[in-house]
T-cell receptor, first 112, second 114 residues
Framework: GESVGLHLPTLSVQEGDNSIINCAYS??????FIWYKQESGKGPQFIID?????DKRQGQRVTVLLNKTVKHLSLQIAATQPGDSAVYFC???????????FGAGTTVTVRA | ETGVTQTPRHLVMGMTNKKSLKCEQH?????MYWYKQSAKKPLELMFV???????ENNSVPSRFSPECPNSSHLFLHLHTLQPEDSALYLC?????????????FGQGTRLTVV
């Protein structure tokens, strides 16, 4: 069956360092991927998305990389700040099916 | 604030109680969603409404009953729940159901069934 997962449930990073959060997916037909951030006590918030016709997409301090060969997605956060502490999870869907499959999440803790 | 408001923020209910969760959005979106988020588990889609019609019922037990009286409001009626139903229930909305990935989420209702 389909599954979307993250490699590590937790990540501790020093403030100012770069963070890399990984996600693996199993459905080779997936063509749209999203990263979300969920802060404590809040709902998920869209960070960045990428379509399967791209390998890389950059936002403000964030970069998403897509490796379709190994079905791997990553989120890079540059110069991690205390406000980046949150749970990050990926999601994917394919075709016209609007149903997203979500990963379980990686909890990122930023050390001062 | 995302523009999606959920009430109550916290709810404790017994297994024989009947309660309702409310979601409201004034973003002009046509699609609304209910999700369940359990600890250490991926987000689970429960229901999808598009233009007030239910377009997805993701094998959710009948003890959860959604209602969408208009495009701005969504309810989740709860009755005879089980302790394993304790979770964070999230509402979201998007411009259309095909734009689920771009949905705005509410802050959720933390439900505890005792």
């Amino acid at each position: 069956g389909e599954s979307v997962g993250l490699h590590l449930p937790t990540l501790s990073v020093q403030e100012g360092d770069n963070s890399i959060i990984n996600c693996a997916y199993s459905n080779s037909a997936s063509d749209y991927f999203i990263w979300y951030k969920q802060e404590s006590g809040k709902g998920p918030q869209f960070i960045i998305d990428i379509r399967s016709n791209m390998d890389k997409r950059q936002g403000q301090r964030v970069t998403v990389l897509l490796n379709k060969t190994v079905k791997h997605l990553s989120l890079q956060i540059a110069a991690t700040q205390p406000g980046d502490s949150a749970v990050y999870f990926c999601a994917e869907n394919h075709g016209n099916d609007y149903k997203l499959s979500f990963g379980a999440g990686t909890t990122v803790t930023v050390r001062a | 604030e995302t523009g999606v408001t959920q009430t109550p923020r916290h709810l404790v209910m017994g297994m024989t109680n009947k309660k309702s969760l409310k979601c409201e959005q004034h973003l002009g979106h046509n699609a609304m969603y209910w999700y369940k988020q359990s600890a250490k588990k991926p987000l689970e889609l429960m229901f999808v409404y598009s233009l007030e019609e239910r377009v997805e019922n993701n094998s959710v037990p009948s003890r959860f009953s959604p209602e969408c009286p208009n495009s701005s409001h969504l309810f989740l009626h709860l009755h005879t729940l089980q302790p394993e139903d304790s979770a964070l229930y999230l509402c979201a909305s998007s411009q259309e159901a095909q734009a689920q990935g771009l949905a705005f989420f509410g802050q959720g209702t933390r439900l505890t069934v005792v």
